[in-house]
């Protein structure tokens, strides 16, 4: 099998705030992460990555940090962090830190005495421009959160571009003082053991050096977020990211073992360039098609094979279902093709990260008004914002959902009783079991972890292809419709179903999928 374990591994994504409350201020903790790691080893996870845990006024919930080197109190203390890292350790796991090097809070050190005066000695840290001739914003780049990206600093009379909230100025890249700086960052984490980074927004960090207005989008329809009224031609992934990256590698390489994934939202082609050029890009550009593409037996599959076409000779692909951003997949695709795209996940050739509570099948909660913590809510009014995928763990049927002894954060969903780690791990057919059973399989078969892949035939709205590597060949067939769907020409033995229900059973010429049902399937163990 593959030596790298950020090739053989699963990635797990912690949402701080909202993994287990210790001190019973509603908010989940790094103390309370470390009494959740058992858990997290029972399932069988590689690698925890951890969103934003730094001092932060959490404008934008902690992706808005006010100091790079330091924990939040919130979270904890940077002993705690150790003591963190430490037992995440001796399990053998790995810890990956979110690095957020586009923005900044404007309540950093460096944007104070950036804004302080146009004469500043960081003053070039951040993207000041003149107003345009008539007083307004220079260019028409808009906020990721809806209106100008653009906001006046009465004061000196200019403008800084933020991509998002006005409390979270750009970095300027350009500036080398910039690049140094938080290249020093990575170091001190790496310095502390961490073994990796997800980047924020990476492919926001350089902007066009003329900074062009970007033109309008045609596809945009009313409803959509405002920032789509535009297309970021000019505003994003621009030529001069590449060089950036290279040096961030090299910074990250000289340190053995440790990775950089990449978040970027791009389309498939465009992905696949930061790889870079003979690895001197990220390790993993995050890939979220299996997000952003409709949920079809038929789009999946292009995806796929298109994204196996892409991906550079030599690199090495990944897949998500989840995150902090969108709908948890549960609420996008229902509960019986959640298990399905489990399957799928854990399945694919390259590694795959899983958003806490995924797992339990955990679904969106509508959150009321008046307890909405993403400000996107405010800024862009009709957004409901991602608070619903970000609700606290659902650990256990007492109160709170073991999350927290007092009032949590954001409210619980109420299903929690049911839909709990508790409960699920005593029930031979729920998600969490399905998840145990696909990580359990996937560790131990070179097929999954490594093998090659080919897509094989198969009727209307089913995805099915093979694994293979030595002697080991397996088949996954997914129905990603409410109707059974038959298979022919296999022959086989089944060694999981999304059903939990007929591990072992053989097939010849005929594979029976029920509705919403996938299998893996054993195919050198013949039939008869
Ligand atoms: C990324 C984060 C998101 C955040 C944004 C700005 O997309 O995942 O949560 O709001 O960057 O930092
Ligand atoms: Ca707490």
């Known amino acids: ?51 934003p845990i730094y001092p932060s006024p959490m404008k934008d919930c902690g992706y808005d940090v006010a100091d790079y080197r330091g924990i939040a109190p919130e979270f904890g203390t940077l002993s705690d962090f150790d003591a963190l890292f430490a037992d995440v350790r001796a399990r053998g796991m790995k810890l990956i830190l979110d690095f957020v090097p586009n923005h900044s809070s404007d309540q950093h050190p460096w944007f104070r005495e950036s804004r302080d005066s146009r004469r500043s000695a960081k003053r070039d840290w951040y993207i000041w421009r003149d107003p345009a001739k008539d007083g307004g914003p220079p260019n028409n780049w808009l906020s990721n959160f809806a209106g100008s990206a653009w906001t006046l600093d009465k004061r000196t009379g200019q403008y800084y571009y933020h991509a998002f909230l006005k409390e979270q100025p750009d970095l300027n890249w350009r500036n080398p003082a910039v690049r140094t700086a938080m290249y020093d960052v990575l170091r001190f984490w790496m310095e502390r053991g961490v073994d990796g ?12 050096a003329q900074m062009r207005d970007n033109p ?71 890939n979220f098609h299996l997000i952003l593409a409709p949920w079809s037996a038929r789009e999946i599959a292009k995806v796929i094979a298109e994204y196996e076409r ?27 093709q959640a298990r399905v795209a489990a399957m799928l996940l854990l399945t694919l050739r390259g590694t795959p990260t899983l958003y806490y509570g995924d797992e339990l099948g955990m679904e969106d909660v509508r959150i009321p008004p008046e307890r909405a913590r993403d400000n996107w809510t405010r ?16 650990w256990d049927a007492s109160v ?21 780690v508790e409960s699920q791990k005593r029930d031979a057919h729920s998600m969490l079991s399905l998840y145990r059973a696909l990580i359990d399989l996937r560790r131990s078969s070179a097929a999954l972890v490594g093998g090659a892949k080919r897509l094989v035939e198969a009727p209307d709205e089913v995805l099915a292809y093979e694994r293979a590597e030595g002697r080991e060949r397996l088949m996954v067939a997914l129905n990603f419709c409410r109707e059974p769907r038959v298979l022919r020409g296999v022959a086989g033995r089944l060694l999981l179903s999304t059903h939990l229900d007929r591990e072992g059973e053989r097939f010849d010429g005929e594979l029976r999928l029920r509705a919403d049902e996938g299998v893996i399937a054993d195919l050198a163990a013949r039939a008869s």
């Open 1 to 51: 099998m593959m030596s790298e374990w950020w090739k053989r591994g699963i990635v797990y994504q912690i949402y701080p705030l909202s993994f287990q409350d210790s001190n019973g201020d509603g908010k989940g903790d790094l103390q309370g992460i470390r009494g959740r790691l058992d858990y997290l080893q029972w399932l069988g996870v590689d690698a925890v990555w951890i969103s």
């Open 197 to 208: 980074f997800r980047v924020d927004v990476l492919w926001h960090l350089m902007k066009d």
């Open 216 to 286: 309008p989008n045609p596809g945009y329809r009313p409803g959509d977020p405002a920032v789509r009224r535009v297309l970021d031609v000019y505003s994003a992934d621009q030529p001069e990211i590449f060089e950036v990256l290279a040096e961030m590698r090299g910074v990250v390489d000289a340190y053995p073992g440790r990775i950089l994934i990449g978040e970027i939202y791009l389309p498939l082609e465009r992905l696949v360039a930061y790889y870079g050029v003979g690895g001197n890009g990220v390790h993993l550009p995050f």
């Open 400 to 420: 709170n959902a073991g999350f927290t002894r007092s009032e949590p954060w954001l409210p619980l969903n109420k299903n929690f009783e049911r839909v709990c």
């Open 310 to 336: 892409l991906v550079p000779p030599g690199e090495w692909p990944n897949w998500v279902i989840g995150n902090h951003d969108q709908k948890r997949i549960a609420t996008r695709v229902g509960a019986a």
């Open 379 to 394: 800024t862009e009014p009709g957004q409901v914002g991602r608070d619903p995928q970000r609700t606290p763990m659902q």
